[in-house]
């Protein structure tokens, strides 16, 4: 995982060790608690360990990241980029992350309206999109991904695959492109996968897996 950074340098605070990187002026970095960023307040760089980010409605930050902690966008919120570790990343509609939003063992969902200009990424947990839209490609090892009704996504889909101790997931993931939804690039899939796709539904070439049409609102 290429997005974590920040929350493995915070990682590194709870554990004692040297190299952590002094707050900016509008950065909020808190331990042990979970932080707020009131509905259309600004903040640079927040992040927190062993709690929860949320950053409410019409709000703005840098970068919100956590460990053992969720991160929740409210509606028509704004963020350069979320990471998390072991915690899940909700965005609320009309939401927009410039970057990439990644997780490490944590659901990702991104609501009505809701867009994510980079990579949208994580290793555990269900990735679902409610007419959203993904620009940068869409990455997950032992996932299931949903691209629902009318959302859209550049950049492909990757299912990675089983590496070191991950192995002991081996259900195969289920990947579901609903009605009308759109995937721009190819749809890679390095392990086992059940791909299930509406009649209504456009998607690009498909790698590694055999394509199962279903009609109707979902499978």
């Known amino acids: 995982m290429h997005h974590i950074s920040r929350a493995l340098l915070l990682a590194m605070l709870v554990l004692g060790l040297p190299g952590l990187v002094m707050a900016q002026s509008g950065d909020i970095d808190k331990v042990n608690g979970s932080v707020l960023v009131e509905a259309g307040q600004s903040a640079g760089d927040v992040s ?13 930050v840098r ?11 409210g509606d028509r919120a704004t963020a350069d980029a979320l990471d998390t570790v072991n915690g899940s990343i909700n965005l609320g509609a009309d939401s927009r992350v410039k970057g990439a939003a990644a997780s490490v063992n944590g659901r990702m969902r991104l609501g009505p309206g809701a867009e994510v200009g980079g990579k949208l990424r994580n290793v555990n947990g269900t990735i679902t999109l409610d007419r959203a839209h993904v620009g940068g490609g869409i990455e997950t090892v032992s996932g299931d991904i949903t691209v629902g009704a009318d959302s859209r996504v550049e950049g492909g889909i990757l299912v990675n695959k089983l590496t070191g ?27 086992a996968v059940v791909l299930k796709v509406s009649d209504s539904a456009q998607i690009g070439p498909v790698q590694g897996a055999t394509v199962v049409k279903f009609s109707g609102a979902t499978p």
């Open 165 to 191: 101790w991950f192995h002991w997931n081996t259900t195969p993931p289920l990947i579901v492109i609903g009605p009308r939804a759109v995937v721009q690039g190819t749809l890679e899939f390095r392990r």
């Open 63 to 73: 970068g919100a990241s956590t460990v053992n902690g969720s991160i929740q966008l």
């Open 48 to 60: 927190t360990v062993n709690g929860s980010v949320h950053i409410n409605a019409g709000a703005h």
